[in-house]
Protein backbone atom coordinates (compact mmCIF):
# COMPACT_ATOMS: atom_id res chain seq x y z
CA UNK A 1 0.00 0.00 0.00
CA UNK A 2 1.56 3.21 -0.95
CA UNK A 3 0.42 6.83 1.01
CA UNK A 4 0.95 10.00 -0.39
CA UNK A 5 0.96 12.42 2.72
CA UNK A 6 1.02 16.36 2.35
CA UNK A 7 1.33 18.67 5.11
CA UNK A 8 2.53 22.89 5.05
CA UNK A 9 -0.34 24.24 4.18
CA UNK A 10 -2.07 27.29 5.85
CA UNK A 11 -3.08 30.81 5.90
CA UNK A 12 -0.72 33.47 4.42
CA UNK A 13 -0.67 36.77 4.03
CA UNK A 14 -0.25 37.98 0.60
CA UNK A 15 3.99 38.55 -0.53
CA UNK A 16 4.29 35.79 2.10
CA UNK A 17 5.79 32.20 1.29
CA UNK A 18 5.00 28.72 2.59
CA UNK A 19 7.05 25.83 2.11
CA UNK A 20 4.55 22.04 1.60
CA UNK A 21 5.48 18.94 1.71
CA UNK A 22 4.86 15.79 0.64
CA UNK A 23 5.91 12.22 1.84
CA UNK A 24 5.47 8.96 0.20
CA UNK A 25 5.21 5.58 2.17
CA UNK A 26 4.81 2.23 2.26
CA UNK A 27 5.59 -0.49 -0.57
CA UNK A 28 8.12 1.89 -3.09
CA UNK A 29 10.96 0.22 -5.57
CA UNK A 30 10.85 3.87 -7.69
CA UNK A 31 9.04 6.67 -7.93
CA UNK A 32 9.06 8.14 -11.73
CA UNK A 33 7.41 11.41 -12.12
CA UNK A 34 6.25 13.55 -9.21
CA UNK A 35 4.80 16.84 -9.22
CA UNK A 36 2.08 19.34 -7.42
CA UNK A 37 -1.25 20.35 -8.64
CA UNK A 38 -4.29 22.72 -7.63
CA UNK A 39 -7.44 23.04 -7.21
CA UNK A 40 -9.33 26.37 -6.69
CA UNK A 41 -12.78 26.78 -5.55
CA UNK A 42 -15.21 26.53 -9.00
CA UNK A 43 -12.19 25.64 -10.93
CA UNK A 44 -10.41 22.51 -12.77
CA UNK A 45 -7.58 20.82 -10.89
CA UNK A 46 -4.26 22.22 -13.04
CA UNK A 47 -0.63 21.26 -12.78
CA UNK A 48 1.26 24.11 -10.38
CA UNK A 49 4.78 21.90 -11.33
CA UNK A 50 6.10 18.85 -11.88
CA UNK A 51 9.54 16.44 -12.11
CA UNK A 52 9.38 14.24 -15.54
CA UNK A 53 10.70 10.35 -14.82
CA UNK A 54 14.16 11.85 -16.13
CA UNK A 55 14.29 14.89 -13.36
CA UNK A 56 13.49 17.64 -15.86
CA UNK A 57 10.62 20.02 -14.13
CA UNK A 58 8.44 22.31 -15.73
CA UNK A 59 6.14 24.96 -14.34
CA UNK A 60 2.75 26.46 -15.18
CA UNK A 61 3.56 30.03 -16.36
CA UNK A 62 1.20 31.60 -13.59
CA UNK A 63 3.99 30.37 -10.98
CA UNK A 64 7.32 30.73 -12.54
CA UNK A 65 9.90 32.79 -10.66
CA UNK A 66 7.92 32.56 -7.66
CA UNK A 67 7.78 28.77 -6.33
CA UNK A 68 10.16 25.81 -6.61
CA UNK A 69 9.87 22.00 -6.50
CA UNK A 70 12.78 19.73 -5.12
CA UNK A 71 13.15 16.28 -3.74
CA UNK A 72 14.94 14.41 -1.51
CA UNK A 73 15.04 10.76 -2.99
CA UNK A 74 16.76 9.50 -0.32
CA UNK A 75 13.33 10.44 2.43
CA UNK A 76 10.70 9.65 -0.88
CA UNK A 77 10.06 13.43 -0.28
CA UNK A 78 8.91 15.81 -2.05
CA UNK A 79 9.17 19.80 -1.40
CA UNK A 80 7.12 22.91 -3.21
CA UNK A 81 8.30 26.20 -1.73
CA UNK A 82 6.61 29.15 -2.74
CA UNK A 83 7.31 32.92 -2.62
CA UNK A 84 5.65 35.90 -2.62
CA UNK A 85 2.16 34.26 -2.91
CA UNK A 86 -0.83 35.91 -4.38
CA UNK A 87 -4.26 36.12 -3.37
CA UNK A 88 -4.64 33.57 -6.74
CA UNK A 89 -2.72 31.05 -5.68
CA UNK A 90 -5.16 30.13 -2.69
CA UNK A 91 -6.44 26.52 -3.57
CA UNK A 92 -6.24 23.36 -2.42
CA UNK A 93 -2.70 21.42 -3.32
CA UNK A 94 -2.58 17.63 -4.46
CA UNK A 95 0.78 15.90 -4.60
CA UNK A 96 1.11 13.16 -7.07
CA UNK A 97 3.37 10.73 -8.03
CA UNK A 98 3.97 7.81 -10.47
CA UNK A 99 5.35 4.77 -8.15
CA UNK A 100 6.50 1.49 -9.19
CA UNK A 101 5.48 -0.97 -5.97
CA UNK A 102 7.19 -3.84 -6.90
CA UNK A 103 10.66 -4.15 -8.95
CA UNK A 104 8.60 -6.00 -11.89
CA UNK A 105 5.52 -4.59 -10.84
CA UNK A 106 3.57 -1.55 -13.15
CA UNK A 107 3.46 2.01 -12.34
CA UNK A 108 0.43 3.30 -10.94
CA UNK A 109 -0.49 7.10 -9.98
CA UNK A 110 -1.11 8.10 -6.60
CA UNK A 111 -2.64 11.08 -5.20
CA UNK A 112 -2.34 12.71 -1.87
CA UNK A 113 -5.37 14.04 0.15
CA UNK A 114 -4.33 17.28 -0.39
CA UNK A 115 -3.81 20.51 1.79
CA UNK A 116 -5.11 24.04 2.15
CA UNK A 117 -3.12 27.62 0.87
CA UNK A 118 -5.24 30.44 1.84
CA UNK A 119 -3.68 33.49 0.35
CA UNK A 120 -6.05 36.44 2.34
CA UNK A 121 -4.76 39.70 3.92
Known amino acids: QVQLVESGGGLVQPGGSLRLSCAAS????????MGWYRQAPGKQRELVTRFSKWGSTNYADSVKGRFTISRDNAKNTMYLQMNSLESEDTAVYYC???????????????WGQGTQVTVSS
Open 26 to 33: GSIFSIDA
Open 96 to 110: NADIRPYRYGAVNAY
